[in-house]
Structure formats: structure tokens, C-alpha cells
């Protein structure tokens, strides 16, 4: 079977849907290779501001796994054969239109310039826990509600305009909190670590399980792999992943 190749331009929320990502499709037999180019809060205007520099400022993150190794964007693009490259918004702009362009359009134009046959798709971030203490949250009035529905309908009106596919994380992960178990006003846990990052166990694994359904029609009902993490000592909970599992192959 043909290897995929992903390359994911972004910030820590790309780092948490790409963690196991590799993993998750080892365990059903489908081939991939995943790069994170990784800066902490990386926003639109920043990515492109590092492509007209030419700037080595980027963590290189392979297969879920952090290097010392910096490199720049246009060195990556022509080190594989790119199936898919997958951008986002900072969360804490995704909310405002106005922080997405000129930038998007520019970043897109580059991209399929130098890799014409990638697939360009953006992921759906996510809004913050509702008891988040990020300092930009206030921006959204504390409202997780808010930060919700100002970000999706901004990323659906980008990818509307420019045609291309949608990861909807940010959905994803709003259906896994009308479940009694991750409602954190009812008392569930959070599918945040921080209030704003996702849960090493559970939230990294729904992003790179949905990640493999969109990108790699994955059958995530059939997925065996489990997470482990040495960031955390809680012991895994595998009733959490069948909800999680569920509400991914119903995501659309």
C-alpha cells in the first residue's frame, strides 16, 4: 500500500491532531508519514511572514515525535512527496475574518505553486473549556458558545471561498462535551489538559482519529490503538475512547 504523506504548517494545536496520528493508522495497516512544523501560537500572518523570510523557525515534529531540528518551510515542501498540507488559524484569532486574509490566500497560492499536487486542507480549531484561564479568551467573553460559532463560521466561510476541505475538529470536540462524561459544567472531565490544549489520552486522540477518517477514510471503529503518554500518569480509561470513537465516525 502506498505511503500518504501529511505535512501539518501550524502551532501546538496542529502538534496535539498530529501526536498520534502515525500510530493510529500503524494499528490499522494504513501507511503514512506525518510531519508538525510547529511554533507555539503560529498564526496565519506568521506562517506567511516566515515564507517571504525564508525563516528556520520551525520545530520539526515527525511521526508524533519532537526534534531538535529547525527548518523552514520551503525546505520541507520539496523533502516529500506531499498527499495533503493542512494550516489553521491561531485559536485565539480565529474568531475575527479580518486576522485570515491576505494571508490565507497568499499561503495558499504559495503552497500550490510549489507543491501542485498536494491537497490543501485547513483544521478546524477548537474553542477553549468554559472555564479556560487563556489570557485571549476574554476576547470571546469567556464564552465558550461564542469563541465556538465565531470560529467555525469563519472557517467554513475561507474554506468555502477557496474550495478546499475542512477538518472539523472544532465539532468534534463540541459533540465530545455534550457527553456527560466530558461536561465540565456537570461535573466531567475535561477533553482540555489546560484549558485550552487538548487531553494527552483523549483529545489528541480524537483529533488524529478524525484526522485519519477525513484525510485516509479510516475505519476508526476498527482502531486498536492506545494512547499512553509519559506527561501523565492517569490511567487510561477505554469507555472514554469507544465515546470518542463513536462520535468520530459520526462527525461530518
Given at each position: 500500500?502506498?505511503?500518504?504523506?501529511?505535512?501539518?504548517?501550524?502551532?501546538?494545536?496542529?502538534?496535539?491532531?498530529?501526536?498520534?496520528?502515525?500510530?493510529?493508522?500503524?494499528?490499522?495497516?494504513?501507511?503514512?508519514?506525518?510531519?508538525?512544523?510547529?511554533?507555539?501560537?503560529?498564526?496565519?500572518?506568521?506562517?506567511?511572514?516566515?515564507?517571504?523570510?525564508?525563516?528556520?523557525?520551525?520545530?520539526?515534529?515527525?511521526?508524533?515525535?519532537?526534534?531538535?531540528?529547525?527548518?523552514?518551510?520551503?525546505?520541507?515542501?520539496?523533502?516529500?512527496?506531499?498527499?495533503?498540507?493542512?494550516?489553521?488559524?491561531?485559536?485565539?484569532?480565529?474568531?475575527?475574518?479580518?486576522?485570515?486574509?491576505?494571508?490565507?490566500?497568499?499561503?495558499?497560492?504559495?503552497?500550490?505553486?510549489?507543491?501542485?499536487?498536494?491537497?490543501?486542507?485547513?483544521?478546524?480549531?477548537?474553542?477553549?473549556?468554559?472555564?479556560?484561564?487563556?489570557?485571549?479568551f476574554?476576547?470571546?467573553?469567556?464564552?465558550?458558545?461564542?469563541m465556538?460559532?465565531?470560529?467555525?463560521?469563519?472557517?467554513?466561510?475561507?474554506?468555502?471561498?477557496?474550495?478546499?476541505?475542512?477538518i472539523?475538529?472544532?465539532?468534534?470536540?463540541?459533540?465530545?462535551?455534550?457527553?456527560?462524561?466530558?461536561?465540565?459544567?456537570?461535573?466531567?472531565?475535561?477533553?482540555?489538559?489546560?484549558?485550552f490544549?487538548?487531553?494527552?489520552?483523549?483529545?489528541?486522540y480524537?483529533?488524529?482519529?478524525?484526522?485519519?477518517?477525513?484525510?485516509?477514510?479510516?475505519?476508526?471503529?476498527?482502531?486498536?490503538?492506545?494512547?499512553?503518554?509519559?506527561?501523565?500518569?492517569?490511567?487510561l480509561?477505554?469507555?472514554?475512547?469507544?465515546?470518542?470513537?463513536?462520535?468520530?465516525?459520526?462527525?461530518?
Amino acid at each position: 500500500m502506498k505511503t500518504t504523506y501529511i505535512l501539518a504548517i501550524g502551532n501546538s494545536f496542529s502538534r496535539d491532531a498530529t501526536a498520534y496520528l502515525y500510530d493510529i493508522c500503524k494499528s490499522m495497516d494504513i501507511p503514512v508519514h506525518v510531519v508538525n512544523l510547529y511554533i507555539g501560537g503560529c498564526a496565519l500572518e506568521r506562517h506567511w511572514s516566515n515564507v517571504e523570510r525564508d525563516d528556520h523557525a520551525y520545530q520539526y515534529q515527525e511521526n508524533g515525535v519532537e526534534t531538535d531540528r529547525y527548518v523552514s518551510i520551503s525546505e520541507i515542501l520539496h523533502s516529500k512527496p506531499w498527499d495533503y498540507i493542512v494550516t489553521q488559524q491561531s485559536s485565539h484569532d480565529s474568531g475575527w475574518l479580518d486576522t485570515y486574509e491576505p494571508f490565507t490566500g497568499l499561503l495558499f497560492d504559495y503552497l500550490r505553486k510549489e507543491v501542485p499536487g498536494a491537497q490543501i486542507c485547513m483544521q478546524q480549531t477548537w474553542a477553549y473549556e468554559i472555564d479556560s484561564d487563556h489570557g485571549c479568551f476574554i476576547r470571546y467573553n469567556r464564552d465558550q458558545q461564542e469563541m465556538y460559532r465565531r470560529s467555525r463560521a469563519n472557517y467554513h466561510t475561507i474554506v468555502e471561498k477557496y474550495n478546499i476541505p475542512l477538518i472539523p475538529c472544532g465539532d468534534l470536540i463540541q459533540n465530545i462535551r455534550k457527553h456527560p462524561e466530558f461536561d465540565v459544567a456537570k461535573g466531567g472531565r475535561s477533553i482540555c489538559r489546560d484549558g485550552f490544549h487538548m487531553h494527552f489520552l483523549y483529545g489528541r486522540y480524537a483529533l488524529a482519529a478524525l484526522w485519519a477518517k477525513e484525510l485516509l477514510k479510516a475505519p476508526i471503529g476498527e482502531c486498536s490503538f492506545q494512547p499512553k503518554c509519559c506527561d501523565t500518569d492517569e490511567e487510561l480509561d477505554t469507555s472514554l475512547l469507544e465515546i470518542i470513537r463513536e462520535e468520530v465516525c459520526n462527525c461530518n
